[in-house]
């Protein structure tokens, strides 16, 4: 009888099977699903100048919380992260730094991603999380 060889949603998730290529096409996903909140959310806080001074410093009240702080730096993280490998997707989509396909011989290397990509992957990761120590050293700090 033959496995059954359906994982679901948690294979399709499972960024440890196709390499930095799934882990940085996830996290881009990600943070733009996450900057598209934090934007609905900014226009939100936004719209409350609208109603008055009294509304206005009662909204921003909630962005000077721990909580709200936690919020930022993410979100600085994020927008930093988007960018970055952002600019790395565009140079992808000219042909620069993506490796020569090959034949698929066992075990199977993604030829897709070259030394390069994987180096831009790493420095947008590093960059994200050097902005996110800053933000938090500026939010959290003296």
């Given at each position: 009888?033959?496995?059954?060889?359906?994982?679901?949603?948690?294979?399709?998730?499972?960024?440890?099977?196709?390499?930095?290529?799934?882990?940085?096409?996830?996290?881009?996903?990600?943070?733009?699903?996450?900057?598209?909140a934090y934007f609905v959310a900014h226009v939100i806080e936004t719209s409350?100048?609208?109603?008055?001074?009294?509304?206005?410093?009662?909204?921003?009240?909630?962005?000077?919380?721990?909580?709200?702080?936690?919020?930022?730096?993410?979100?600085?993280?994020?927008?930093?992260f988007h960018a970055a490998n952002g600019v790395r997707l565009y140079i992808?989509?000219?042909?620069?730094?993506?490796?020569?396909?090959?034949?698929?011989?066992?075990?199977?290397?993604?030829?897709?991603?070259?030394?390069?990509?994987?180096?831009?992957?790493?420095?947008?990761?590093?960059?994200?999380?050097?902005?996110?120590?800053?933000?938090?050293?500026?939010?959290?700090?003296?």
């Open positions: 009888m033959q496995k059954e060889n359906r994982e679901g949603i948690r294979g399709w998730l499972n960024p440890t099977r196709y390499g930095w290529a799934r882990v940085s096409f996830w996290l881009q996903r990600l943070t733009g699903l996450g900057l598209l409350s100048l609208a109603q008055g001074r009294f509304a206005w410093e009662k909204m921003l009240e909630l962005t000077q919380t721990t909580e709200g702080h936690i919020i930022l730096i993410l979100v600085i993280g994020m927008s930093v992808a989509h000219g042909g620069k730094g993506v490796g020569s396909p090959g034949r698929p011989d066992y075990p199977y290397r993604p030829t897709s991603l070259s030394l390069k990509m994987r180096t831009c992957i790493w420095v947008a990761m590093a960059l994200a999380a050097f902005a996110m120590m800053y933000g938090t050293s500026v939010l959290f700090g003296e």
